[in-house]
């Protein structure tokens, strides 16, 4: 009996000291406790470490929140989102204990976006590209204040334009291509500052804004959609540092315009399979940095501009299926490979239109602007380039 009560009394003794002893070192995040296992000191919550060991941290809310609103997971990635560590989680990158980016590029997940994402504060990366994933983007995003790339890419998400990108304070980086959005494109897109707006193979219809040439953007991708209207005439204003303007396979009309050539620094210009009529402006001579430039499959006719083949960096030429009556000598000269002029109505050129499809040109009434390259110099028409963005 008295060895009995001895244990018991060291036992309470050990308890109090145990509780002294936490109630001195509590300022400094240490626990100590008792429990089955015996004695245990460790660190607490607030004495640095890493946060996302607390389960009511933002980071774990957020993810857990999202897992579960996808219904399916056929890769079985979300089977590592367990567990308090989130930057543990396959796709999840940390920048110490902060989500700094999401990358489930091709994991197949089907679901929805959730709000809670926006409490992500130091995300600066989501990449989502070829998922099923569908429904709106959360207006709680515009919270995402170091958000700089977001590609929503090869999904299912639907309705209009998601407006709420454009409040998305730093983005630099947006690509909504292969999706289903529908409606209008927005004007203030084209004033925000990002350096590629891919926004291809959707539903997008109505006219190109007119701002589009005053841009910030290096890419701009707006093929195959149902945009309709003519080219906007703003293209090539001051400052401009397009590389790459894709607007094939839409429902275009009217001219190329001449402004297009003072697009000094582009080296990519597709406006292939759309309605476009008129000639090829002289200007486009000027783009002496162009790599490929695509006209075909539109209604474009008269005579193809004398300098157009003699551009230093062309590689790919395509005037095929319209209706040019006539090529420089130069041009005449490079008929190779990545150089088609076939389906038009050139004399003397092979693989031409009929002749009784030549007979009627269309557009042929059309009158298109004409400021020709030379004798004004190109140097002279940069000059004419405009500061300011329409109203």
Request: proline share 5%.
């Amino acid at each position: 009996m008295m060895r009995k009560k001895k244990k018991g009394n060291n036992f309470k003794l050990l308890t109090l000291f145990l509780f002294l002893l936490g109630t001195c070192l509590g300022d400094y995040g240490i626990g100590v406790g008792i429990g089955d296992g015996g004695v245990w000191v460790g660190g607490g919550g607030g004495g640095g470490g890493n946060h996302n060991s607390d389960p009511g941290n933002a980071a774990y809310r957020a993810l857990q929140s999202w897992k579960s609103a996808i219904t399916e997971d056929p890769s079985g990635l979300l089977k590592t989102w367990v567990g308090e560590d989130v930057c543990s989680y396959k796709g999840i990158f940390c920048s110490g204990s902060s989500v700094i980016s999401i990358d489930l590029n091709k994991a197949n997940l089907k679901g929805t976006i959730v709000k809670d994402l926006s409490l992500l504060s130091d995300l600066t990366i989501l990449h989502l590209n070829t998922n099923r994933f569908s429904g709106q983007i959360p207006d709680s995003f515009t919270a995402l204040d170091s958000l700089q790339e977001l590609d929503l890419s090869n999904n299912m998400f639907s309705g209009y334009f998601p407006r709420v990108t454009l409040y998305i304070p730093n983005l630099i980086y947006l690509d909504l291509r292969f999706n289903n959005f529908t409606g209008s494109v927005p004007q203030n897109l084209f004033n925000k500052q990002l350096d590629a707006i891919l926004l291809n193979n959707n539903q997008f219809t109505g006219e190109i804004p007119r701002n589009l040439g005053y841009s910030s953007a290096s890419v701009i991708n707006l093929a195959n959609n149902r945009l309709s209207g003519e080219i906007p005439a703003s293209y090539g204003v001051s400052g401009s540092k397009l590389k790459e303007v894709l607007l094939l396979n839409n429902q275009l009309t009217g001219c190329i315009p001449e402004s297009v050539g003072m697009f000094s620094d582009i080296e990519v210009f597709d406006v292939s399979f759309n309605s476009l009529m008129g000639h090829v402006p002289d200007t486009i001579s000027c783009l002496s940095e162009i790599e490929v430039l695509n006209f075909g499959h539109n209604k474009l006719s008269g005579d193809l501009p004398d300098l157009v083949c003699s551009l230093r960096n062309l590689m790919n030429l395509t005037v095929a299926f319209n209706f040019f009556s006539g090529v420089s000598s130069e041009c005449s000269r490079v008929v190779s490979f990545g150089f088609d002029f076939a389906g038009n109505c050139i004399p003397g050129m092979s693989y031409q239109r009929p002749r009784p499809d030549c007979s009627a040109i269309p557009g042929s009434a059309l009158s298109c602007l004409r400021i020709p390259a030379q004798p004004l110099t190109c140097d002279a028409m940069l000059g004419l380039k405009v500061t300011s963005p329409p109203p």
